[in-house]
């Protein structure tokens, strides 16, 4: 079309809003639909593809180990259209597949037939199924994860999401409900520093994953301490209750927001585990991104880029105060900064923490933190408008602002004897003033003259005039209104 029309139409493919079967038949007569048979591939087989096993699938004619080989291969491959790929599955997860390479893990597969006669010359599997209609196949791909016992994902879409850890299903005592979540009830008082407000959000957040994992809470929880104080212990319990399959951990940002990254796009929690201002400073609006949108666009290499529903959840993990940029002036209300207390560090030794994870990992631990999250009550929170501030946050978003920014929301309260009257003071002076402050508190100092500072200063719109008396260009202002304007912008510095 674009060659001869001269319009580039992408090709979208409209699912049927009532789907019809047609019986297909070869010239020789024989259809693909499958003859009833009770066969099941073994268990053993099932984690991951062996093409050995594929191979010597029993059966009494070329027709029954046709569609016998098929019920083994698909429980592996798909094809899908949208996005043109083959997807590879196993039980950690998917890999995209171009057709060649399709062609070459299932090569090995028998020969077969839709005929039960066997005849000098068989086709190969790959030969026929490749021209099976009813082979399982796709028109898109998404990412739908649910709790419930029916998907609500169209048929038509391949759906990335694989379910909980199967350990939520296992058997536990009522009985024993206190002494495994012990732990969990200790984490949340050494990650919220025992404070009430933050511990319950924690909680209300972490339930808000399991009761529904559709729809994100669009905000993320930055932890931050001391290393051995139980950040890494709370994640991973989460990471064990969702499934390692949902979950994806990384200290580079680069693997989450890189032009081929795909750390995100069909995860429940990823983590951020050791980030600093730096590294994340680059991708200051993709974090956010990655907070609050619904979608996400994938771009896998040697697969055509597409786009799914983001259900991901962000916790950002570090040793520092301050490992990532906050847009404080938007107000950004994306953040949960928190603190640990230090408890665990000073008590536990290697041996506790052993067996704290050997505990959270526990497949009764899991199906008990589980029932517990799902009795949570959050029907009625509001996790963007209850948010709870701490000093921790205090800390964070005043190193989310420049130094110049800093620098005046501390010289503003030097006029605090005379704050209606007007005063004055000389570009050259205010300037001198904000070197003397970055070196006195070891901070940027990236401006590199008064001129360079008058620029900055204008694009924070402060009510402050800019004139030129005598031959002196200075500044006028009143301390008030430029306190009340600072204020507004950074209110978090004046507490």
Known sequence: ILEKLGYDMPLVIKPMDEG???????????????????????????????????????????????????????????????????????????????????????????????SPVITEKMPSFVSVWLKDPYRR???????????????????????????????????????????????????????????????QYIENWTAQIVQNPSVKSRTSLVITGRQGSGKGQFVQMIANLIGEVNFYSTGSVDLLFGTHAEGAYRRLLVCGDELHVGASGKYTDAIKRLVTEPKIDVNPKGVQPFNVKCACRFIVTSNYPNPLRIDVKSGDRRFVIMKTSEELFHRYKKNDWDNMAKHLASPKFIACLYHHLMGVDISDFDFEKQRPTTEATDILYESSISSHEHFLCEWILEYESDVYGNHDVTRAELYSRFRSWCQSNGAEDKIPSAMAFRTRLRGMDLPMEDKTIKGQRLYRFKPSEVEESLKKKFGFMFK
Not at 62 to 74: A, D, G, S
Not at 82 to 109: C, M, Q, W
Not at 166 to 185: A, K, R, V, W
């Open 20 to 114: 019809y079967d047609i019986e297909i038949t070869e010239q020789t007569g024989f259809t693909y639909l499958a003859d009833p048979d009770d066969w099941e591939p073994c268990e053993h087989a099932l984690s991951r593809f062996n093409s050995l096993y594929g191979y010597n699938i029993p059966s009494d004619n070329p027709r029954q180990l046709y569609f016998r080989v098929k019920k083994y291969v698909e429980h592996f491959i798909a094809e899908v259209r949208n996005p043109s790929t083959y997807i590879l599955e196993d039980t950690e997860g998917h890999s995209f597949i171009k057709k060649e390479r399709l062609i070459d893990v299932i090569a090995s597969l028998p020969n077969c037939s839709l």
């Open 137 to 199: 196949s796709y028109d898109r791909i998404d990412y739908c994860p649910f709790n419930s016992d029916v998907s609500d994902c169209p048929e038509h879409v391949y759906n990335l999401w694989k379910g909980f850890s199967p350990h939520i299903h296992s058997p536990f005592s009522e009985d024993e409900t206190d002494d495994l979540l012990e732990p969990y009830h200790l984490l949340l008082n050494v990650i919220s520093n025992y404070n009430p407000d933050l511990r």
